[in-house]
């Protein structure tokens, strides 16, 4: 089970002892997986059907949590051979649940929840985006990369989500994708104060478990590169003061230079790979690393200096 259907699963079960607070999540889900359709055998009645079955199990418990209305979950295939779940409420028989959920007509006339008359609590807010995400919601894997998007079918469902969610601190950006409107978080911290105003406890200690693995194999790396990188440099500097100083002793005999730099060179030929700290250690008496990086330094000065000479001496 993927990191998102394990948070919805989650989510599906956590509910709020108040009752306004279960009539936004209620709301919530109507919103993104229902619609209120007629039909001459059933007449006028709310049906929400989803792939997901947690929107639907939830929206049933809801509604018997309630109003003590008792619904079926009835569950079909898809044209694309997928389970699809669905729960019905007759409105003729069960007419208050519309004045439950504050039905309105919105600007494209379509039926649906006032969601600013619902969320007025802070309370009901994270329910109502509990809701949302346990319906439309959707989450990318925390090992991977850092996505939460819930999708909405028209600009009265995004804009009015998206205030819900500003109003509780999360920068939530909008989107549209196809002929939907995609609400969506990238930010880690945004993400995790999602998941904890929703109240998933458990898939947020796994999100943060995942964000800590995360940074630390990204500062191992970053701390390997680094001490790659200053080996190779390191390496480099050797094979040019290795070749200084072949250069100086192919011209003239080691011997002859000056200030104890004959030795460093011999010290060098002879341990091509130490550091310069070990050069250092090796010389008597022993110097530090500035004063064997001074003499390597001189060295390839001189060795310079005799290249644009042609390798001839004064």
Known sequence: MSFSSELKTELGKV???????????????????GNIAEDESRGRFLAVSS?????????ADLVKKLLDISCEVDTVRSSRNLKSFSVNVDLEKYPEIMETLKFVKTGGGEELPDISALTGKNCCKRAFLRGAFIAAGSISDPDKFYHFEIQCRNRYISESTAGVMSALSLAAKIITRQKHFVIYLKEIEQISDALGLMGARTSLLELENSRIMREMRGN??????????????????????????LYLEKHMSL???????DEIAKIRLEYP????????AYLEPPIGKSGVNHRLRKLSSIAEVLRNRGGELL
């Open 51 to 59: 792939e997901n079955p947690a929107a639907v199990l939830c929206a």
């Open 15 to 33: 509910y709020d002892s108040a009752r306004h607070c279960r009539i936004a999540q209620l709301a919530a889900i109507v919103c993104f997986s």
């Open 255 to 261: 011997s002859s230079l000056p200030n104890g730099l």
């Open 273 to 280: 790979e130490a550091t310069l700290s070990e050069l250092g």
């Open 220 to 245: 191992i790396n970053r701390r390997v590169n680094c001490e790659t990188a200053n080996i190779n440099k390191a390496a480099q500097a050797a094979a040019r003061q290795i070749e200084d100083i």
